[in-house]
Nanobody
């Protein structure tokens, strides 16, 4: 079983930056893609970013394009989300997820393994 653990969340002011990490452990990590989602209270889980593990090809939600960068270190089985120019509307619990085969990029149900999330709060 693959276990994903997010870290790096916290409280920042608008315009600030955070770097989230997602460490995979347990079974040898062999996903097709890794994604980041976020969920605010009372809201549905929202796609943020996705990266193809082998190629490094990335895809972003329009709301974070140009501000967030997803990257990976396959040797360390770790995926990162660098978040710059944060806005209050970025406030949410951020989850990393593993997609084991080619599937939808933006639908949370298309991902197979999930971390427990890390809280990101952006104050105005």
């Amino acid at each position: 079983q693959v276990q994903l653990v997010e870290s790096g969340g916290g409280l920042v002011q608008a315009g600030g930056s955070l770097r989230l990490s997602c460490a995979a452990s347990g079974r040898t990590f062999s996903s097709y893609a890794m994604g980041w989602f976020r969920q605010a209270p009372g809201k549905e889980r929202e796609f943020v970013a996705r990266i193809i593990r082998s190629s490094g090809t990335t895809y972003y939600a329009d709301s974070v394009k140009g501000r967030f960068t997803i990257s990976r270190d396959n040797t360390k089985n770790t995926v990162y989300l660098q978040m710059n120019k944060l806005k209050p509307e970025d406030t949410a619990v951020y989850y990393c997820a593993a997609q084991m085969s080619i599937s939808s990029r933006t639908t949370w149900r298309a991902y197979d393994h999930w971390g427990q999330g890390t809280q990101v709060t952006v104050s105005s």
